[in-house]
Each structure stands twice: as structure tokens, then as C-alpha cells.
């Protein structure tokens, strides 16, 4: 059964700082990961997607790279600023079912 | 402009009456699902549809109900709704699941 795990839960950083958001899934047979982005009582907005052939994509001040041996995937955002403030969240297919399965999220606070 | 669109974007009722909430998406996409969203539980999967008449249980279906009656739209019904209903719903679609595209999500209060 898939499982995906997101750590920190929350974190706040001052504004210009390069940070790492972590993704950890227990079942390494995906075909794809999936990032979105959360804005409080809103709709997920989709970042960036790998495929199980990438090892990284690439969307502006954004890095995702996805490691699938060892079960982890990483948001790198680069030069933060407080319009990144929301919430994280990944998704990797269930194994052997028809959906996706969310992390819990990381809440990010970037403050001027 | 590609999107998926529910309606409506808020809603209060009472317990026991019934309750529908649309979705529709103009992709062409096969998939679509139904997500509700609880502080401390994130996203959990209500009902899922990989094509027309093709309607499947999700992790938490149990008050749930939906059709998949045309490509575009997937309902969700809520035949006699309950307080412990009351989340945040997310509806989405995709091509099988190679990638999701969520709607701006349903707040439903059940009273």
C-alpha cells in the first residue's frame, strides 16, 4: 500500500532563502510524482510532474527531483519570497489502484 | 482555457437534505475524481470514474454517491448528508492519473 509522507509539516523562513521540501513515498514502483500548491480554502494548482524516466523538472524558481530507488522526491525553491506562502503537497499513484495519494503537506510561511 | 469547474463554491444546508455538487471539465480527460479535505487528514478520495459509465469506490464512499452519465460531468450526491460531511471538496481529472488538474473546491457545511 502506498504511503506519502511530507516533512517538514510547517516551516517559516525569511524572504530570499533557498529551501528544500521533502516527499517520501513507501512504494517505489510509480510512474509519475506529482507537486501542488495550496492557497488557504483554495484548489490545488499542479507545479511540476515527473515522470518515473526523470530524475528532475524544472519550472522557474522550482526543482523537483525525484530519487525513486530510495523513495524520495524534493521541492527546491529557490530565492523565496512571500507569494510562495501556502501549502506543499505530493502525490504519487497508489500501487495497483486507479488514484492518488496526497502527502499531509508542508505549510510554508516565507516573511518579508 | 483548460479548467475544471465546480458548483457551488459554498454551501450551507441542513441534515437529510439532499445535495448535489457539479463538476465539469472541457479536456477531454477519461479520469475524474472526488477528494474531500480535513485538517489533519489531507485529501482522501471519495469516488473515482476512468470513463463514461465506468464509476468506482475511492478510501471513504460511504454517503457518497456519483454518475459518470457524459465525459465532461461527474456529480457528487449527497443523498441524506450528515454533519460528520462537512469538509472541502475537491473535484479533478486527468489523463488516467499521468496528471491531475483540480477544481477550486466545494466548502460544504452540513448542519
Known amino acids: 500500500k502506498q504511503e506519502v509522507t511530507q516533512i517538514p509539516a510547517a516551516l517559516s523562513v525569511p524572504e530570499g532563502e533557498n529551501l528544500v521540501l521533502n516527499c517520501s513515498f513507501t512504494d517505489s514502483a510509480i510512474y509519475n510524482l506529482q507537486w501542488f500548491r495550496q492557497d488557504p480554502g483554495k484548489g490545488l494548482t499542479s507545479l511540476l510532474l515527473?515522470?518515473?524516466?526523470?530524475r528532475e523538472q524544472t519550472s522557474g524558481r522550482l526543482n523537483a527531483s525525484l530519487d525513486k530507488s530510495s523513495g524520495r522526491s524534493t521541492l527546491y525553491i529557490a530565492a523565496s519570497q512571500p507569494g510562495d506562502s501556502a501549502t506543499y503537497l505530493c502525490?504519487?499513484?497508489?500501487?495497483?489502484?486507479?488514484?492518488?495519494?496526497f502527502g499531509t503537506g508542508t505549510r510554508l510561511q516565507v516573511f518579508p | 482555457e483548460a479548467q475544471v469547474t465546480q458548483n457551488p463554491r459554498y454551501l450551507i444546508t441542513v441534515t437529510g437534505k439532499k445535495l448535489t455538487v457539479t463538476c465539469s471539465q472541457n479536456?477531454?480527460?477519461?479520469?475524474m475524481s472526488w477528494y474531500r479535505q480535513d485538517p489533519g487528514l489531507g485529501l482522501r478520495q471519495i469516488y473515482y470514474s476512468m470513463n463514461v459509465e465506468v464509476t468506482d469506490k475511492g478510501d471513504v464512499p460511504e454517503g457518497y454517491k456519483v454518475s459518470r452519465k457524459e465525459k465532461r460531468n461527474f456529480p457528487l450526491i449527497l443523498e441524506s448528508p450528515s454533519p460528520n460531511q462537512t469538509s472541502l471538496y475537491f473535484c479533478?481529472?486527468?489523463?488516467?492519473?499521468?496528471?491531475?488538474?483540480f477544481g477550486q473546491g466545494t466548502r460544504l457545511t452540513v448542519v
Open positions: 515527473i515522470q518515473s524516466s526523470q
Open positions: 502525490a504519487a499513484p497508489g500501487y495497483n489502484t486507479d488514484k492518488l495519494i
Open positions: 479536456m477531454n480527460h477519461e479520469y
Open positions: 479533478a481529472s486527468g489523463v488516467e492519473l499521468r496528471e491531475a488538474f
